[in-house]
């Protein structure tokens, strides 16, 4: 069974940082497209990053571009999501999704498996 859990969440001053891990089982990553998404209440669920992405690279959404960085450590089958210079438009509730094969890009809709979320909330 593909599970997904994000970690690393919590409450931080605007400018600092945050690194969150996905923790995957079930399924060599390898083989699958992983993003980061995140949500707000009332709004839309947000493409962040991904890894091994639409030709097999990484891609991210232009909020977070320069600011946030995806990486995979195979041994741990762990992916992680560097946030820096953190705005208060950042808090939500952030994702880690998979979908087997590379065709995943920043849409919700390209992924079918999905972990349960970890808070994100960034002060003024």
């Known amino acids: 069974e593909v599970q997904l859990v994000e970690s690393g969440g919590g409450l931080v001053q605007a400018g600092g940082s945050l690194r969150l891990s996905c923790a995957a089982s079930?399924?060599?990553?390898?083989?699958?497209?992983v993003g980061w998404f995140r949500q707000t209440p009332g709004k839309q669920r947000e493409g962040l990053s991904c890894?091994?992405?639409?030709?097999?690279?990484?891609n991210y959404a232009d909020s977070v571009k320069g600011r946030f960085t995806i990486s995979s450590d195979n041994a741990k089958n762990t992916v992680y999501l560097q946030m820096n210079s953190l705005k208060p438009e950042d808090t939500a509730v952030y994702y880690c999704?998979?979908?087997?094969?590379?065709?995943?890009?920043?849409?919700?809709?390209?992924?079918?498996?999905w972990g349960q979320g970890t808070q994100v909330t960034v002060t003024s």
């Open positions: 999704a998979a979908v087997r094969g590379h065709g995943g890009e920043l849409f919700v809709e390209e992924y079918d498996n």
């Open positions: 890894i091994l992405c639409m030709g097999g690279s990484t």
């Open positions: 079930g399924f060599a990553f390898g083989d699958y497209a």
